[in-house]
């Protein structure tokens, strides 16, 4: 007995337990499904790889390389280089390898905006309803009513290419999505009993929604967070695609580019624009797969069976 | 005359790692004319072997061993459009949630249209009258044939759903809990409207409730299930008045009853999980009279007067154990 | 602590639902869910509220432990008038002292809260004790709900207990704030009937010796009889009858009650399932005719019952009725239904 009450001191802490609930129901959920699982390991895989991009590359991405003295360009995967070289003699290998980075702080960054936001304004206008959650609703569909691409190629082009700034554009607009599956969540939990409870018990509006509330959504938030990290990394590729991007950061939207502008494509370079079409291809799908699981959080009948 | 019979029927769920048992082993003979309850606590399995007679088991549901017999035929082993075809025309159900069992974008007079001419072979005039005839029969106004679901208070819906049962002139109605979630005066006229119409068709009804003073009133026979057993079964009165099993002596004290004063006493300690095996009794854990052949040996439902059938090892020390049940301390003696 | 005898005066209150007005069309009539209605009770004593659902009781729950506010009405809590104007800490401090007990175990808990969490989330809302006191406080809870041995439950999540073990905890955490008045509304209709008795036992016993005045809310009499001292019957969000509760189950003298007690099951198979004596049609609580409400079910409506609404007033037996006619009614035509039996065929 004694004991039990010693190991509960240190696990006290609230914020403690919340967050541990609902990362282990978050993990619980990829344990399940199994796209969920394939989609996991997709975006832990790029992680890593982004993470040790300098230890795996073979050479500096901007490095033109020179061998014997000349440039190597345009060349076919060989031994010094799996996968060619760019027109401009840089190792596509090392490219696509840090092509990882500006992925995954893009599709990082922006998802957590787009929980943090998302779930904001899904908490307030879920639980307070009335004027409130009208206006912030109204707001949300005016969010909706932007087109999404050209609203980031405007805003880049007006404060500059920058990574930073093709983040910052989506997390204004994309947590939309989140805010409207939130409040429609919220709506649901505030009814439930336990929040009734909570409130007979003398607890505040801010007790409710924080202690309560939030950790009955929180699950909910993560999974759109991490399709809000495909669609991210979708943009940010399509953006530099375009020729929007960051000129200084290597991601594969990037690459994309450079080997469309170089006309990589009439010269049959495969190895240098099918890789970063691939990698691309596969976290957002991992962001779909993972999205695809979301549905038995959201209709848990349908796991019935 | 006995035309439904149930032999030994199991029916199991298969689960991701075991097997859960949610019916094992059940016999019972239902005879013509007759009200049957059948009571037991919540995951006792009694829905279940209702589903189980239906044919509507959950996917991962099957029946694992055991025959149910209509009129002598097997049920299981016979072709699915003839299966089909004595479901509902014969045997109809009531279903627990009746109140949602109407689809709210049609009229009901719809739902009756659909069942008579798809099964009962009727055109559309002859259903719409039939509907406006059972609808006075279970008290409705035939007018309201043409109002949607939503317009109906719960227990009009309950009677829409006995009207909706009746309407292939069936056999055997079987009502899974007809009566609860209802206010005691629709309750009241359900059961009243039950027993009617066995009266007036000579209907034969299994009724499936957890509540003892439900069937106490309706029915002749009753089969107290636990865990997927029966564990006794016979006529009402002799059951209610002198139970034999120590379940069934727990149940009626744990009612309580506008007529009676005594303390209310509960069955301390929880059903034991299906999925795993069993050894003994089952009923053990929360028996306050077990003895030691209890936890060994699993008792059998047999026959020890006409017509009464309990599994209980010491089925006859029943006078004793009645006095006995009568105590609070006996049953607290099983922690919960 | 306040002078009066009574904990709760309820006077005249009523509770009016305004529907959202459409643009076009008739303007939809306020639901009348609660219709002036008044009753006190006695500090330390119990009180039952039946009724169909729809009758009002559920509002009136809410609105004394003030989940909802008045349409208008007096309600005094100890003495003192709980209007609108309270300040937060007032407010604060009746939530402290009136508890709720809620029907449906499995949601009243946060399913992603152990038990002791559940349990303390009051304490620290009303900044009880230190840690240490409010652990001994919760142990000390859950072992006068006899969920022992405690350790074993206290760090157990809901979906860990059964619904009995769960009501048990959602008692004592109504409990472990030391209230003076707890409403519970229909505590044990979600429970497995085995484990029921366990629950109202567990109840009773815990109410008396905590000294708490309670309300309980139920359709059910026989549930009522088992616990309280006083029963309420409302019928379309007024009072029609209200007495000690043996007087109101044995000589019932309202039309509606006598129904309400002829149709509660028995499991006493020998008592006969009789035909009741009321007409089926129910009247919706937004559409309240004039006169008396129970009209239009009544089998002994006379024209008096269209036209005027019949008030609250004392009987001869000492219970509180509201008819025209209870004292004809009453004394002739409720048979004991222990007299009749049931013919077996």
């Known amino acids: 007995m004694e004991q039990m009450i010693e190991e509960q001191k240190g696990k006290d802490s609230e914020l403690y337990i919340i967050l541990k609930n609902s990362w282990s129901n978050f993990f619980n959920f990829f344990k399940e499904d199994r796209f969920a699982m394939v989609g996991l390991i997709i975006y832990l895989f790029v992680g890593i790889i982004a993470i040790f991009a300098p230890v795996i590359a073979p050479y500096d991405p901007h490095e033109m390389l020179r061998y014997d003295g000349e440039y190597r360009t345009n060349a076919g995967p060989n031994s010094e280089n799996i996968l060619g070289t760019t027109n401009m003699g840089r190792d596509v290998f090392s490219q696509l390898i840090y092509g990882a980075r500006p992925a995954v702080l893009v599709g990082v960054s922006a998802a957590f905006m787009v929980v943090l936001i998302g779930t904001l304004v899904g908490l307030v206008a879920g639980y307070y309803r009335g004027k409130v959650d009208t206006f912030l609703m109204r707001v949300t569909d005016v969010a909706f009513g932007i087109p999404f691409e050209p609203f980031v190629i405007v805003l880049v082009a007006f404060l500059g290419p920058s990574i930073w700034n093709i983040v910052l554009a989506m997390g204004l607009l994309l947590w939309r999505d989140t805010a409207r599956v939130i409040r429609s969540q919220v709506l649901v939990v505030r009814e439930r009993g336990f929040v009734e409870s909570a409130r007979v018990a003398g607890a505040s509006n801010f007790r409710i929604i924080f202690r309560h509330i939030t950790p009955n959504i929180l699950p909910l938030a993560l999974l759109y967070g991490s399709l809000a990290m495909g669609w991210a990394i979708l943009t940010e590729a399509a953006i530099s695609f375009l020729g929007f991007g960051d000129p200084s950061a290597v991601s594969w939207g990037f690459m994309l580019n450079d080997a469309f502008v170089s006309q990589a494509l009439s010269r049959g370079s495969y190895s240098w624009f099918v890789p970063p079409g691939i990698c691309i291809m596969l976290v957002v799908m991992a962001g779909f797969y993972i999205g695809r699981g979301s549905e038995k959080i959201l209709y848990p009948r349908m796991n019935q069976y | 005359m006995s035309f439904l019979t149930i032999e030994d029927l199991k029916i199991h769920y298969q689960l991701k790692n075991s097997v859960f048992k949610a019916v094992d082993g059940v016999d019972l ?176 009804v299994i009724l499936i409730t957890h509540d003892i003073s439900v069937v106490a009133q309706t029915c002749d026979e009753l089969a107290v299930m636990y865990a997927g057993k029966i564990v006794e079964k016979g006529n009402i009165r002799d059951i209610l008045k002198s139970p034999r099993h120590p379940y069934s002596m727990g149940l009626s004290n744990a009612f309580p009853d506008l007529l009676k004063n005594d303390k209310l006493i509960s069955i301390n300690g929880s059903v034991p999980n299906l999925a795993l095996e069993q050894k003994g009794c089952r009923f053990v854990s929360r028996c306050p009279f077990s003895v030691d052949i209890c936890h060994t040996h699993e008792p059998e439902l047999t026959e020890y007067e006409e017509g009464r059938y309990a599994a209980c090892h010491r089925v006859h020390d029943y006078n004793e154990l009645q006095e006995l049940a009568k105590g609070v301390s006996v049953w607290d003696k099983v922690t919960s | 602590m306040g002078q009066s005898d009574f904990l709760i005066e309820v006077e005249d209150l009523k509770k009016w639902f305004y529907p959202k007005q459409s643009l076009i069309g008739r303007r939809k009539a306020p639901l009348r869910a609660v219709d002036g209605i008044s009753f006190s009770i006695k500090k330390g004593t119990s009180i039952g509220i039946a009724g169909e659902s729809g009758c009002g009781k559920t509002t009136t729950g809410k609105l004394l432990l003030k989940l909802y506010d008045a349409t208008e009405g007096s309600f005094k809590f100890d003495g003192v008038e709980m209007n609108s104007g309270m300040t937060k800490q007032e407010l604060k401090d009746f939530r402290r002292k009136a508890q709720l007990m809620f029907q449906n175990p499995y949601e009243a808990l946060n399913p992603r809260y152990t038990i002791y969490q559940s349990l303390q989330e009051p304490l620290i809302i009303h900044k009880y004790g230190t840690k240490e006191v409010r652990r001994k406080k919760i142990i000390n809870m859950l072992e006068k709900v006899r969920l022992t041995p405690v350790e074993s439950y206290l760090h157990k999540f809901p979906h860990q207990l059964s619904g009995g073990q769960l009501q048990r905890v959602v008692l004592a955490r109504s409990l472990v704030v030391d209230p003076l008045f707890l409403v519970a509304d229909e505590p044990v209709s979600m429970l497995d009937v085995s484990v029921r008795a366990g629950v109202l036992n567990l109840m009773r016993e815990v109410t008396s010796t905590m000294g708490l005045t309670t309300v309980y809310i139920s359709h059910d009499l026989s549930l009522i009889k088992y616990l309280c001292e006083e029963t309420v019957i409302m019928y379309l969000g007024s009072i029609v009858e209200k007495g000690p509760t043996d007087k109101i189950l044995f000589s019932p003298m309202h039309p509606y009650t006598m129904a309400l007690i002829s149709a509660v099951p028995s499991s006493d198979p020998d008592v006969e399932l009789k035909e009741l004596n009321i007409n089926n049609s129910i009247t919706s609580a937004d559409n309240i005719p004039d006169g008396c409400k129970f009209q239009d079910r009544c089998p002994y409506a006379q024209e008096i019952c269209f036209k005027q609404e019949p008030l609250l007033q004392k009987t001869k037996n000492d219970h509180f009725v509201a008819c025209h006619f209870s004292e004809e009614i009453g004394g002739k035509q409720y048979e004991n239904r222990l007299c009749s039996t049931r013919s077996y065929g």
């Open chain 2, 29 to 204: 003979t239902i005879k013509e004319g007759q009200i049957i309850g059948i009571v037991g606590e919540s995951g006792c399995g009694k829905s279940t072997l209702v589903k189980g007679i239906m044919q509507v088991m959950a996917r991962n549901g099957f029946i694992a061993a055991g025959d149910i017999k209509y009129n002598g035929e097997s049920m299981i082993k016979m072709s699915e459009s003839k299966r089909r075809a004595i479901l509902w025309k014969d045997i109809a159900m009531i279903p627990q949630a009746s109140m949602d069992s109407l689809n709210p974008v049609y009229r009901v007079v719809d739902a009756f249209i659909e069942v008579m001419t798809l099964k009962g072979g009727k055109s559309k005039k002859e259903a719409i009258v039939r509907a406006g005839e059972l609808f006075e029969l279970v008290g409705i106004d035939k007018k309201r044939l043409r109002d949607y679901p939503h317009q109906f208070s719960g227990g009009m819906k309950q009677r829409v759903a006995i009207a909706l049962a009746l309407c292939l002139d069936p056999k055997i109605i079987i009502a899974d809990e007809p009566v609860t979630a209802l206010d005691v005066i629709v309750q009241h006229q359900v059961l009243t409207m039950l027993n009617n119409l066995r009266s007036q068709f000579n209907l034969t």
